[in-house]
């Protein structure tokens, strides 16, 4: 009985790296979130937005929001990781960056077993994300 | 010994409730007074949100939805911020969610990789077009999406309501699209100690309804479990168990597309962001030790009552009303 549960239940080695990868991400993003919201809300580093602003602005649409504290979109806050409020986004990026990386290793090993459909159907994944991540869509501006 | 804990769990129970319900609509009350501090105290909100998250994400694993489907609504209907951020923060607090959940599911082998990868690519691809469109609805005016989101919620809640999941449908023959792709598997079932085969029917159908999920998910910021149960287990003939683990796996998929769009356009807000994230994984961990001695049936009605509330006072405050509060 056990064995035929073993062998039903057994998953794939890129499964499991796939799982291991996420497990290991989703904890340190959740890690690095804490850890910077700190840095963040007991000033140890400057934020670029004050959080005394932000009340007055968080009932407004995020297009004044953005125009009102000078923020950037899009990847923009990568020249403002020496602040503490953007400092967050190390966080936000690694936890949504997660699934591409994990794909990366679905990818290789549909490769690897010749499954074109899938090996197609993984690239398309990584390409429709990386899209989404660039800030080529959508992101706007202002 | 077992009836009080049962009894404590129950009593904890109503107490994170009356919590959900009320916090905020207490603070929404005092509301005024708390105006005056807000000019200096930028962490009233922030401190209220996070227990808030808290007590959602027990009651979101107890109820068995995804936190981004009772956050959205309750959060936008409750709390002054703007429906961007809310949109954009909820899609990080369910992809936060569904992301934890992923390792175990893959591990168990419950969520199926081979169904999920072309649900995915399509639900992915459409909560991209729907995160734009709800963007731009919201830049026209931003009470459109109140008032869809909730009729979408309402919508859910009657979902919730009717919709009986089969636990292991009859496929009597596979089609063409899911034999080609080979969509189906066995798993192991704990309860009947045997291995169950299963394979998909009607799968362009369904394939077809992933991009109506997508764009709902996309626009409104909701995690999709709601919707994606269903079309895996009525549609297409998925058992409910994969069902359910194969959707929580799709939500880490679908919801990062859109997560990607709300996050380059500038609406996750740190300050709010982070409390409603760690909350809410706090509370699912919590959540998921109550939930061993707890009543889940009766937690799911209680939840699909807090869903109706949320999408009429979604509906109320898109028309401006005023009639909930």
């Known amino acids: 009985m056990n064995t035929q549960k073993d062998q039903v239940h057994k998953p794939s080695r890129d499964q499991i790296i796939y799982a291991n990868l996420l497990i290991l991400g989703v904890w340190l993003g959740i890690v690095i979130l804490v850890i910077t919201y700190f840095i963040y809300v007991t000033g140890i580093l400057s934020p670029h937005v004050d959080m005394s602003i932000i009340p007055k602005l968080w009932d407004k649409g995020v297009t004044q929001y953005l125009e009102v504290t000078h923020s950037p979109h899009g990847w923009g806050w990568l020249s403002l990781l020496g602040k503490g409020d953007f400092l967050n986004y190390i966080g936000f990026t690694l936890l949504a960056l997660m699934t591409i990386g994990c794909y990366l290793v679905l990818f290789r090993g549909y490769l690897r077993q010749k499954d074109w459909i899938f090996s197609a159907i993984a690239l398309l994944e990584i ?16 | 010994m077992i009836n009080t804990r049962v009894r404590s769990v129950n009593l ?26 807000m000019d200096t105290a930028w962490w009233f909100w922030p401190t209220i949100l996070f227990f808030f998250c ?90 459109i999406i109140q008032i869809c989101l909730g009729v979408t919620i309402v919508g859910i809640a009657v979902l919730l309501v009717f919709s009986k999941n089969t636990e292991k449908p009859v496929v009597k023959k596979q089609d063409a699209v899911g034999l080609a792709l080979g969509l189906g598997g066995t798993y192991w079932d704990d309860g009947a100690r045997e291995s169950v085969e299963w394979k998909t029917h009607r799968t ?42 194969t959707s929580k796996f799709l939500l880490s998929i679908t919801d990062t597309s859109a997560a990607w769009i709300y996050m380059n356009r500038g609406c996750v807000i740190p300050l709010i962001g982070v409390p409603s994230i760690v909350g809410l994984m706090m509370g699912s961990l919590i959540g998921v030790k109550i939930l061993a001695v707890a009543k889940p049936k009766m937690i799911r009605y209680i939840v699909i009552v807090v869903l109706f509330f949320a999408g009429l006072k979604a509906i109320d405050k898109g028309l401006g009303l005023g009639l909930l509060g």
């Open chain 2, 54 to 143: 808290l007590a959602l994400g027990v009651l979101a694993v107890m109820a068995g939805v995804g936190g981004g489907v009772l956050y959205v609504p309750l959060v936008s209907g409750f709390f002054p911020f703007h429906i961007d951020f809310v949109r954009g923060i909820g899609l990080m607090v369910a992809l936060a969610g569904a992301l934890a959940a992923g390792p175990g599911l893959l591990r168990r082998n419950l969520a199926n990789l081979r169904l999920a990868l072309p649900v995915a690519l399509i639900a992915s691809t459409c909560s991209i077009m729907g995160a734009i469109l709800g963007l731009y609805l919201s830049s026209l005016n931003p009470d």
């Open chain 2, 204 to 245: 362009p159908l369904g394939l077809f309804m992933f991009i109506i999920v997508g764009l709902l998910a996309g626009v409104f910021g909701l995690g999709a479990g709601w919707a994606n149960v269903p079309v895996l287990n009525l549609l297409m003939g998925v058992p409910l168990k994969v069902s359910v683990a």
């Open chain 1, 127 to 142: 390409v429709v994300l990386s899209l989404a991540a660039s800030g080529i869509m959508g992101s706007g501006s202002h």
């Open chain 2, 12 to 37: 904890l129970f109503v107490l994170i409730m009356l919590i959900v319900l009320y916090f905020p609509a207490s603070a929404s009350g005092l509301e005024h007074l708390a105006t005056e501090a």
